[in-house]
């Protein structure tokens, strides 16, 4: 069950306040300028929003900001630790800031996040990386103010990687975002599945949902502010509400938020398959403005090996979730996560998978090969498979799912879609970037003023990983 979430008091936001007007005022009286941070972060979404709730305590410090590491007088990475290789990343980036440090001895290396949450990544960043100056893990981000005050105030190493691991939820930082059509609008935190193979339960600790009225009134915030296409945000977001004091699962707070005046569309992510209800799908069928997309991981097509990542579903659960969806929303896009080579995963096993994903025909498929996380149950099991089956697997799933998503954007030649028109590309010929509410991509024909707005585009042609279009004629 979920637990019921601890709001920061009033009282300690005014506290931690505090130190923020205490370091702007220390770099001001120091530096004579506004000081300037620079944020590097790596992983997923929510980790992205954490960086907004970041960037808008350090507005309150007085920081501004950079893109280069290097130039910063507060350089932050906020880390990820679902797969080795961002680690790697990490280090040698942080590693890369020696030098600039060396030049300015009063600038300030900081780490933070799921990676940093860990005991083993605390120590050895303690022994092997006196470049950072402060530590502190994904529990304790609110203190974000006071542990930079005690940092600048001692001249010493700051670490903490304390807290309660059921956790808390910060409200009253305006998060600093990227200006645009998109925003991220985390609704929960945390994560009580404990897939065998993932370590984020223990870094990002149990489930906490946000009230409600709290939700909307920051979802009103960004339809006024302009934001477009807006994402709601959680480990697993259809346990929204569970085991908290107020009356109102995730399909409720769909409908709710699908109500609010504005022109604007509405996805979410992360859904697991073993708290998809039909209640869900028909939320999503009953809304214009709720995007017929859903990204439903099912990570591998064997129910063998699904018990052994603690998924709590198998095979013919998931197919059955699928067809549900589809029969509300027979134009849904889906997308999915799947890893291969799991621990001891046999060839028959990997067999599943590919039936599965011809099967179901996804639009698309983010792939992974099983990367060990310590301290997690599926690092225990002592893995009898050869690195070099699981790349030839991989590749054959990645040349299966490419014909698919190729076959698939084929489909879309000569429809007309209305998507939003949300950037500028790099082709000459269509300038502009779109996103249908599936989430594919459009690179569109046009004037960068259509920018912001959605637009009714007829797709002309297709690649595998793109649609090209112009607009509608009448």
């Given at each position: 069950?979920?637990?019921q979430p601890i709001t920061i008091s009033k009282e300690e936001l005014e506290r931690q306040r505090e130190f923020s007007e205490q370091i702007r005022r220390h770099y001001l009286e120091t530096m004579g300028r506004q000081p300037l941070a620079c944020v590097d972060t790596?992983?997923?979404?929510?980790?992205?929003?954490d960086s907004q709730l970041l960037r808008g305590m350090m507005i309150d410090m007085g920081f501004g900001f950079t893109p280069e590491p290097d130039q910063a007088d507060l350089a932050l990475f906020n880390t990820c630790a679902v797969r080795e290789h961002a680690e790697q990343r990490v280090f040698g980036n942080i590693g890369a800031l020696t030098h600039a440090k060396r030049r300015r001895p009063g600038m300030i290396v900081a780490m933070c996040g799921c990676m940093a949450q860990q005991e083993r990544i605390k120590e050895k960043v303690k022994k092997s990386f006196p470049v950072v100056d402060l530590l502190f893990g994904s529990h304790v981000l609110y203190r974000f103010p006071e542990l930079l005050w005690r940092r600048v105030q001692s001249g010493k190493r700051v670490f903490d990687i304390s807290g309660d691991e059921a956790g808390v939820i910060l409200e009253g930082v305006q998060p600093q975002r990227d200006r645009g059509v998109k925003a991220w609008l985390p609704i929960m935190y945390g994560c009580n599945n404990f897939c065998s193979y993932c370590i984020v339960p223990y870094v990002r600790g149990r489930e906490r949902s946000r009230q409600p009225e709290a939700v909307k009134a920051e979802f009103r915030r960004l339809v006024e502010e302009g934001y477009k296409d807006i994402t709601l945000l959680g480990q697993n977001v259809n346990s929204?509400?569970?085991g908290c004091d107020f009356d109102c699962d995730f399909a409720d707070l769909l409908e709710d938020l699908s109500r609010e005046p504005g022109?604007?569309?509405?996805?979410?992510?992360?859904?697991?398959?073993?708290d998809a209800s039909e209640k869900l799908f028909e939320t999503m069928a009953r809304h214009d403005n709720i995007a017929k997309h859903l990204h439903l991981p099912f990570q591998s097509g064997s129910s063998r090996v699904l018990e052994q990542m603690n998924r709590r579903y198998d095979r013919e659960q998931y197919l059955a979730l699928v067809q549900a969806a589809r029969r509300h929303m027979p134009g849904l896009t889906l997308s999915s996560d799947v890893i291969v080579g799991f621990p001891n995963e046999t060839e028959e096993d990997f067999e599943q998978t590919?039936?599965?994903?011809e099967q179901v025909q996804f639009d698309n498929l983010f792939t992974f090969i099983y990367s060990r996380r310590e301290g997690t149950a599926a690092a225990r099991i002592q893995d009898e498979t050869p690195a070099e089956d699981k790349k030839r697997r991989f590749q054959r799933l990645l040349d299966l799912q490419n014909g698919i998503s190729n076959r698939r954007n084929a489909q879309c030649v000569g429809k007309t879609f209305r998507a939003l028109v949300d950037g500028e590309g790099q082709d000459e010929e269509y300038p502009l970037t779109a996103r249908t509410e599936g989430q594919k991509l459009i690179r569109l024909k046009g004037d960068p003023s259509l920018i912001g707005k959605f637009?009714?585009?007829?797709?002309?042609?297709?690649?595998?990983?793109?649609?090209?279009?112009?607009?509608?004629?009448?």
């Open positions: 069950m979920g637990k790596y992983g997923c979404q929510q980790n992205e929003a929204y509400g569970i022109d604007f569309i509405i996805r979410f992510m992360t859904s697991h398959p073993k590919l039936s599965l994903v637009a009714d585009i007829t797709i002309e042609k297709h690649t595998t990983w793109a649609l090209f279009g112009s607009l509608r004629q009448e």
